[in-house]
């Protein structure tokens, strides 16, 4: 199971840590009070990010996460992302 920490650079601004067995890696992510609101309302940004990054790690191993992105880039890559990403964040808060 991977360990996911995250920092808080200000703004929303956010540094998510991905450490497994194998290695880890670290990827910039902005989150707006907006995608808070789309996605989660009422969720903290961290437990949106945290539910974001289990799913993806769900999906794909954490190489093939960018190394910078938008949250709502998600959904792009994965459209079911945005109908289940609310219940995943009820289960880490």
């Known amino acids: 199971m991977a360990k996911i920490s ?3 650079e ?3 601004r956010y540094v998510v840590s991905v450490e497994e067995d194998d ?3 670290s ?3 902005n989150v707006s009070p907006p995608d808070v609101a789309r996605y989660a309302p009422g969720a903290r940004p961290e ?3 945290r539910a ?4 993806l790690l769900a999906h794909e191993p954490k190489e093939a996460i960018l190394r910078r992105f938008e949250l709502p880039i ?3 890559y994965f459209p079911e992302y ?3 990403i609310g219940a995943m964040v009820a289960r880490v808060e």
Request: hydrophobic share 35%; aromatic share 8%; no cysteine.
């Open 6 to 8: 995250i920092t808080h």
């Open 10 to 12: 200000g703004g929303s």
């Open 23 to 25: 290695g880890s890696t």
């Open 27 to 29: 990827h910039h992510v």
């Open 47 to 49: 437990a949106l990010l």
């Open 52 to 55: 974001s990054f289990e799913f």
């Open 74 to 76: 998600i959904e792009r």
């Open 82 to 84: 945005g109908r289940l």
